[in-house]
């Protein structure tokens, strides 16, 4: 399951790359773009960091990445140091790295009309596949420095959509085969894709070893975009409502994940390590997730996009 979840992040990216390029392909308003990114992601992010952000600022206080510089800090600053990071919580790096890229919205529009798009496109993505610090255990310029070619993989995805998402069953065969073998050869453990667990284990910036699980999560991508494309006449009541509650499950899930092995922890219950375990409490974190989101969304009707994104 680490294997295949570790970098699925790559989808989310994909997908936010693909959908700019589709929503603005002929023209872009980026005074309407850049409120409604403050309104529905980055206002929603505050909301949520609030709980995060005080348990780091007087709680867990002695984090392994506290630096010097940053214990120097003044208690607003160190709030404001957190939410520019997203140190506060290991999912919300996300957020201050594609708020950057949001930033750059008016030159990736005019990069994507371009006519060397067609093709610069893809070598920018190919050009990714030599990266693998980012997240938690990195900063934003490596984060951007990862995720920025996927995203610009996704926009490349949209332009060639109209031959993309009808391609043959052999194709679409060859690239799922293609998957399930790099997969296969990771659980395998024949190849040895970094893994970012630790500050000190994470490589730097480029390198020159070729990312093949990067490269099997952007397959992956592809994969998922054209089968939901065959599908997307059939009605399929769970996975739309999970499409609806995605952004609010990112934000609150780990609030739950915490509470969870924080009490385990207090009532000294050993936490369970086999795989029939972890599916159980993946799946009880989604419904409860889904359930907490359902309840807010009651409570704020129209207005609960403003403080969970859903």
Not at 121 to 147: K, Q, V
Not at 204 to 213: A, D, E, Q, R, V
Not at 224 to 243: D, H, M, S
Request: net charge positive.
């Amino acid at each position: 399951m680490t294997h295949f979840l570790d970098s699925s992040t790559i989808l989310f990216v994909f997908i936010a790359g693909f959908l700019f390029q589709h929503l603005n392909a002929n023209s872009f308003r980026f005074n309407e773009y850049i409120f409604k990114k403050g309104t529905y992601v980055i206002l929603p992010y505050v909301l949520i960091s609030i709980p995060a952000v005080v348990d780091k600022l007087f709680f867990e206080t002695d984090a392994y990445w506290m630096s010097p510089f940053y214990k120097s800090l003044s208690i607003p600053f160190q709030a404001v140091y957190l939410l520019a990071t997203g140190k506060h919580s290991g999912p919300f790096y996300f957020i201050p790295m594609i708020a950057v890229i949001y930033c750059m919205a008016p030159l990736l529009f005019r990069f994507q009309k371009a006519k060397l798009f067609a093709w610069a496109g893809g070598l920018i993505a190919l050009s990714g596949l030599f990266t693998y610090a980012y997240g938690y255990y990195g900063n934003i310029g490596e984060s951007l420095l990862y995720f920025l070619p996927v995203y610009v993989f996704g926009m490349w995805a949209s332009y060639h959509k109209e031959k993309l998402l009808i391609i043959n069953n052999w194709i679409l065969a060859s690239l799922t085969l293609f998957y399930f073998l790099v997969l296969c050869l990771e659980v395998s453990q024949i190849i040895h894709p970094q893994h970012l667990n630790f500050f000190e284990e994470r490589p730097h910036y480029f390198t020159t070893i070729f990312n093949l699980s990067k490269l099997k999560e952007m397959t992956l991508a592809v994969i998922l975009l054209v089968v939901f494309y065959r599908i997307k006449e059939q009605k399929i009541e769970w996975l739309t409502r999970l499409g609806n509650y995605s952004f609010g499950i990112y934000f609150i899930h780990i609030y739950f994940i915490n509470a969870t092995e924080r009490i385990t922890d207090y009532l000294n219950l050993s936490r369970l390590q086999n795989g029939i375990a972890y599916l159980v409490f993946t799946a009880s974190i989604i419904g409860i997730s889904v359930a907490a989101v359902w309840i807010i969304k009651k409570i704020f009707k129209d207005r609960s996009r403003l403080v969970i994104g859903s």
